[in-house]
Structures are given as structure tokens and as C-alpha cells.
T-cell receptor, first 113, second 113 residues
Framework: DAKTTQPPSMDCAEGRAANLPCNHS???????VYWYRQIHSQGPQYIIH???NNETNEMASLIITEDRKSSTLILPHATLRDTAVYYC??????????????FGDGTTLTVKP | EADIYQTPRYLVIGTGKKITLECSQT?????MYWYQQDPGMELHLIHY???????EKGDLSSESTVSRIRTEHFPLTLESARPSHTSQYLC????????????FGEGSRLTVL
């Protein structure tokens, strides 16, 4: 799996959009970008994933650059409950890979009132 | 919400005791995983299973053992707990398809005195 680089921490004002970047310059053509978050040492929670097209669901949007070397997770209207560690993971869609992904240190997002 | 459960959530135990951390899921997932996570640190895969009677060791060496006698159940056992085993243990499962996202339990926080 390709290595990812994320800023260690970010702040965001409540109600504003939170934009979390992830660099994955060594990503391969068959590797997807996944995002999870972990709130206060609970189990991580899946947010979204994508290959090359931008994706949106009820939680967030994922913007992947055209060269796929970086991506941005967007929480459109951050709330205090979005304060968490956000993990960006890159992995190929191979049956045996799902749980073997390296979560890394992630980005600690702090949403402030 | 994901239907994956871990018990106990918190356990404080003396050195030398045998402990079993329970993990159950009601989603019919074949693949299940155990991770270990120290406070503020990244997740490390310690065990995984691709189905009944299948268990493998993960990337991080662990003195714990696991079993998979039933699809829905993936318990982790420490025969003789030591203070170095103090950590949070997270269980996860996923669908048997390449793109499956991981569903995590709430975690079991173990403290060995």
C-alpha cells in the first residue's frame, strides 16, 4: 500500500468547512483512497472512499486531484462532535487487504466554538 | 451503526491472570481483525481471520492468541497478563469483497497491574 502524509493537527471553527489534506504521491493506479476517523479512542469509523472521481456521502466529500497524488476530505459544516483523529489510507482493492491497512498517525482535527 | 460488539469495555486485572476479550458481529462478515492501540499512538494489526478455523498473526507481534470457531465470534486471549499488555484492543470486521470498509467495535481497554 502507498504511504500517506497528513498534517498532525488542524483547527476549524464550528459551522465552517473543514478541509483535511492527504498526500499520497506514490499511489498506484489500482489503489483507492479511504478515510476513517477515530473519536476519543473509540473504534475508528469509516467515512468515505474513492478512486479518481470526487465522491460525496452524508458525512463528507472526497476530492482527489487529477494526478491522484493528493486528496482532500471536506466536512462541509463542522460541529464540535467532528473533533477526532482523521486517517487517510491508500490500498488496492484486493480481497485480503481490507484490514491490513496502515492507519498511521492521522490528523487531529479540533473544532472550536 | 455497525453491529460489532466488544466486551468488556474496561478491564483492570492483576499480573498473571488469564483474560479473554470478546468480539462478536451480527453482520455475517467472514473477515475479522484485532488491533492494539496505545494512547495517542497508531493502530497495529495483531491478529486476523478470513473465516471459521482460519487465524493469522498480524504485523505486530503479540503474546495473545485468537480463535474463530464461529463466524460471528473472534475472541482474543492472554494466558498470563503482564503490565506490558496494558493497551486498548480494537476488533473489526468487513465484508468478503475487495472494497469492503472496516467496521470497528468500541474497543476493550485493558490495564494490567
Amino acid at each position: 500500500d502507498a504511504k500517506t502524509t497528513q498534517p498532525p493537527s488542524m483547527d476549524c471553527a464550528e459551522g465552517r468547512a473543514a478541509n483535511l489534506p492527504c498526500n499520497h504521491s506514490t499511489i498506484s493506479g489500482n489503489e483507492y483512497v479511504y478515510w476513517y476517523r477515530q473519536i476519543h479512542s473509540q473504534g475508528p469509523q469509516y467515512i468515505i472512499h474513492g478512486l479518481k472521481n470526487n465522491e460525496t456521502n452524508e458525512m463528507a466529500s472526497l476530492i482527489i486531484t487529477e494526478d491522484r497524488k493528493s486528496s482532500t476530505l471536506i466536512l462541509p459544516h463542522a460541529t464540535l462532535r467532528d473533533t477526532a483523529v482523521y486517517y487517510c489510507i491508500v490500498r488496492a482493492h484486493v480481497n485480503t487487504n481490507a484490514g491490513k491497512s496502515t492507519f498511521g498517525d492521522g490528523t487531529t482535527l479540533t473544532v472550536k466554538p | 451503526e455497525a453491529d460489532i460488539y466488544q466486551t468488556p469495555r474496561y478491564l483492570v486485572i492483576g499480573t498473571g491472570k488469564k483474560i479473554t476479550l470478546e468480539c462478536s458481529q451480527t453482520m455475517g462478515h467472514d473477515k475479522m481483525y484485532w488491533y492494539q492501540q496505545d494512547p495517542g499512538m497508531e493502530l497495529h494489526l495483531i491478529h486476523y481471520s478470513y473465516g471459521v478455523n482460519s487465524t493469522e498473526k498480524g504485523d505486530l507481534s503479540s503474546e495473545s492468541t485468537v480463535s474463530r470457531i464461529r463466524t460471528e465470534h473472534f475472541p482474543l486471549t492472554l494466558e498470563s497478563a503482564r503490565p506490558s499488555h496494558t493497551s486498548q484492543y480494537l476488533c473489526a470486521s468487513t465484508y468478503d469483497r475487495a472494497s469492503g470498509e472496516l467496521f470497528f467495535g468500541e474497543g476493550s481497554r485493558l490495564t494490567v497491574l
